[in-house]
């Protein structure tokens, strides 16, 4: 049997079993280690069961294997790529997000697990292409056997495009086009343009990367790449603009629109009206057919210029399936902000990119200079990727947060909330203790609601919207004292003295005012998982908006299925997104979620002011804690 059926047949398994089993806690027909650790809430149902199946097809007997195995499902499902065997035993959470003491379960020594994952029959050893068994084991890293194929996939095509000449540009026009664009810069005396250095890179690239945090003009980079290409002779550039989620493509056109704006009415016209779509849109989602795509390998994308948006949102194998259905002359934007949250499935591909080491390259240099665009010494551009770092859309406190929680100083991370500007509050408690309360915390969200709630019964479809995005109760957890569960419960309650009116109307669950947020794609409504609406009053009855642009969706609440009142979320969810203000409930220290990059995606979601719940011990750690997502891509590339 080959690896793919044995993970077809695992991954069935993993459903499989009698109703009462599959709601059970444990996996009750476990044996020895998988048992052990499936009691001790490290593994998951799914985890034994994949594991159990897979080494019966290939009649493994070593049990230590087969919890190599179980481990390496359960580090996809939490975002990894891989398993290092050596840092198998690190914390870790369970199915409720409670940190797991895992120091009392008989660990295999890593050096005899590594020896028995080499001997076994589950498991091919090294980079050979010709693989056939349902795990890999190379480098120290245990991957399961399709996920390699697709970092191996990701790997050779990003380095087969670096490789490849730079596409045919008229270089007058171009350095025009690079003058023009961005003549009127009011940098700091001896910055560097990095937005202009962007720009050409990625005009002389068939895959480049735009990296740098909120407002530091990635969008209108973009733009101005661009306006320069439909400058070129010749016909007018194909262009697509695309983003892992609806909320995210909405903000890219609206961004795009805005950037477009700001051009010369010449250049304005050059550009033209651009629209973006989600990633699976893009690739021609085709639903039942296991993650199968319209375009691939074998048919690819009809664009001359493709743009990615929220990069660090993009999973390994979402990235994979996007390479293959790229032409080969194509020019790859990657735009994104490496420091956030990597994406809900496993893989953080923009990270692995821009930690990458490489030399620079004379050839581009040389072409740079003929282009009369300069770029740091002795920092130098390495595969491809420019990182964009003035910040233009805010500064003050939330600017210097932000590069604190980034540069890794809990001390100037702390000195800066504890600062008192009116940019930040800091309140400095434990946001899970019993019978806190947090009168900040729900003033801010009871005058959102007011807002919102006025908005939405004068029919006011754009204030609504407006006053969603307002105000983001955002956690790290989904359940228990720090999670959504809870604080959505607390946001009710402060605002059942302001929505009571309307949630009694005879619209029932549908009442004038109510926030809703969408959680499974629907491709005929162009609803997407992650979008946020409003419930507002029209002549026709109470409708739900959604934000797309300058023209607003406005959906029956009859045609909705996947949506859920949101007044929190966590911050995987809030990515893509931006919000006046944000509330972030602090997770506690040995919270395993907490990270640096958390932290950082939590406060940089905010455009003018931000709310810190936790203790200092907390933001200590969370500023010095890396997220720990295992990946091999950086490493090989």
């Given at each position: 049997m080959t690896a793919p059926d044995v993970l077809a047949a695992a991954t069935a398994a993993a459903g499989s079993g009698p109703p009462e089993e599959q709601r059970a806690?444990?996996?009750r027909r476990a044996s020895g280690l998988l048992r052990l650790f499936n009691e001790a809430g490290v593994l998951g149902l799914a985890d034994v069961h994949a594991a159990q199946r897979i080494a019966s097809i290939c009649a493994e007997p070593d049990e230590t294997v087969g919890l190599a195995c179980a481990l390496t499902v359960r580090a996809l499902r939490q975002g990894s790529v891989c398993l290092r065997l050596t840092e198998a035993r690190q914390a870790t959470l369970d199915e409720a997000d409670e940190s797991i003491d895992t120091s009392a379960l008989p660990w295999?020594?890593?050096?005899?697990?590594a020896a028995a994952c080499e001997r076994s029959s589950m498991v091919t050893i090294g980079a050979d292409p010709a693989g056939e068994r349902p795990l890999?084991?190379?480098?120290?890293?245990?991957?399961?056997?399709?996920?390699?194929?697709?970092?191996?996939?990701?790997?050779?095509?990003?380095?087969?495009?670096?490789?490849?000449?730079?596409?045919?540009?008229?270089?007058?026009?171009?350095?025009?086009?690079?003058?023009?664009?961005?003549?009127?810069?009011?940098?700091?005396?001896?910055?560097?343009?990095?937005?202009?250095?962007?720009?050409?890179?990625?005009?002389?690239?068939?895959v480049s990367v735009i990296a740098g945090g909120p407002g530091t003009g990635k969008t209108t980079t973009v733009a101005a790449l661009l306006t320069l290409l439909c400058d070129q002779p010749g016909p007018r550039p194909r262009i697509a603009l695309a983003a892992p989620t609806g909320k995210a493509a909405a903000r890219l056109t609206e961004a795009v629109h805005q950037a477009r704006a700001r051009l010369d009415p010449a250049d304005r016209d050059l550009l033209g009206e651009l629209t973006a779509q989600t990633l699976h849109r893009l690739l021609g989602w085709r639903p039942g057919t296991r993650g199968r795509f319209r375009h691939d390998a074998s048919n690819h994308l009809p664009y001359d210029v493709i743009v990615v948006d929220e990069m660090s949102m993009v999973s390994l194998t979402l990235m994979a399936r996007l390479l293959e259905a790229v032409r080969p002359g194509t020019r790859l934007v990657l735009v994104g902000d490496p420091r956030q949250l990597s994406p809900v499935e496993a893989g953080a591909v923009l990270a692995d990119i821009t930690e990458a080491s490489g030399d620079p390259e004379p050839a581009l240099e040389s072409e740079l200079i003929a282009l009369e665009t300069a770029w740091p010494d002795p920092e130098r551009v390495v595969r491809r990727v420019v990182t964009l770092q003035h910040t233009w859309r805010f500064g003050g406190a939330i600017d210097e947060l932000a590069h604190a929680i980034r540069s890794a100083e809990p001390d100037v991370v702390l000195s800066v909330l504890r600062s008192g500007r009116p940019e930040l509050e800091f309140g400095e408690?434990?946001?899970?203790?019993?019978?806190?309360?947090?009168?900040?915390?729900?003033?801010?969200?009871?005058?959102?609601?007011?807002?919102?709630?006025?908005?939405?019964?004068?029919?006011?479809?754009?204030?609504?919207?407006?006053?969603?995005?307002?105000?983001?109760?955002?956690?790290?957890?989904?359940?228990?004292?720090?999670?959504?569960?809870?604080?959505?419960?607390?946001?009710?309650?402060?605002?059942?003295?302001e929505s009571a009116p309307a949630a009694s109307a005879a619209d029932g669950e549908w009442y004038v005012g109510r926030p809703v947020l969408v959680v499974a794609n629907d491709y005929d409504l162009g609803l997407y998982n992650g979008d946020i609406g409003v419930v507002v009053a029209t002549a026709s009855g109470p409708k739900v908006a959604f934000a797309r642009g300058r023209d607003p969706l406005l959906v029956a609440p009859v045609r909705l299925d996947g949506v859920q009142t949101v007044h929190a979320m966590t911050v995987h969810r809030a990515q893509g997104s931006q919000f006046e203000c944000v509330s972030f409930v602090v997770p506690p220290a040995d919270s395993p979620l907490l990270t640096r990059e958390l932290f950082y995606t939590a406060v940089t979601r905010a455009t003018a002011r931000v709310q810190i719940f936790g203790t200092a011990e907390a933001i200590e750690r969370a500023v010095l804690r890396r997220a720990g997502r295992a990946s091999g891509l950086a490493e090989r590339l």
């Open positions: 806690t444990y996996a295999p020594d890593p050096a005899e697990w890999r084991l190379t480098g120290g890293r245990l991957y399961l056997e399709r996920y390699w194929l697709q970092e191996e996939a990701v790997r050779r095509q990003l380095q087969e495009r670096w490789a490849r000449p730079a596409p045919a540009i008229d270089r007058d026009r171009a350095r025009a086009a690079l003058s023009r664009l961005f003549d009127d810069h009011d940098l700091p005396p001896g910055e560097i343009d990095r937005q202009r250095l962007a720009a050409a890179v990625a005009a002389l690239s068939t408690v434990d946001p899970g203790g019993p019978g806190l309360t947090l009168d900040r915390l729900a003033a801010e969200v009871r005058a959102a609601g007011r807002q919102r709630l006025a908005a939405a019964i004068a029919g006011d479809v754009e204030g609504a919207l407006a006053a969603v995005d307002r105000h983001r109760l955002l956690c790290a957890h989904r359940r228990g004292p720090y999670g959504v569960a809870r604080w959505s419960d607390e946001a009710e309650r402060w605002l059942a003295p």
